[in-house]
Nanobody, 113 residues
């Protein structure tokens, strides 16, 4: 059973940066495509970025050019570097192991002046 744990969220001002981490245990991480999703209060879950098991990234239109997804298979970890954060980036960010649809518990990101 794969288990995912996110970390790195927090409260920042517009224009600042955060780096989220998601560490997996209990499964073959290097074989998994991984994704970051976010959910704002009262809204549905939105795909932010994903990365294939070979390292090819994909991004949602709202974060292109500002966010970077990467992975370190030796550490069973996927990262989301978020730069130039905006208030509309506020939400709970979830990590997903896409091949097997396993979710982490989420980490809160709040962008506010």
């Amino acid at each position: 059973q794969v288990n995912l744990v996110e970390s790195g969220g927090g409260l920042v001002q517009p224009g600042e940066s955060l780096r989220l981490s998601c560490t997996a245990s209990g499964g073959p991480f290097s074989l998994l495509a991984m994704g970051w999703y976010r959910q704002a209060p009262g809204q549905g879950r939105e795909m932010v970025a994903s990365i294939t098991n070979r390292g090819m990234p994909f991004y949602g239109d709202s974060v292109k050019g500002r966010f970077t997804i990467s992975r370190d298979d030796a550490k069973n970890t996927v990262f989301l570097q978020m730069n130039d954060l905006k208030p509309e980036d506020t939400g709970t960010y979830f990590c997903n192991a896409e091949n097997i649809n396993v979710w982490g518990q989420g980490t809160q990101v709040t962008v506010s002046p």
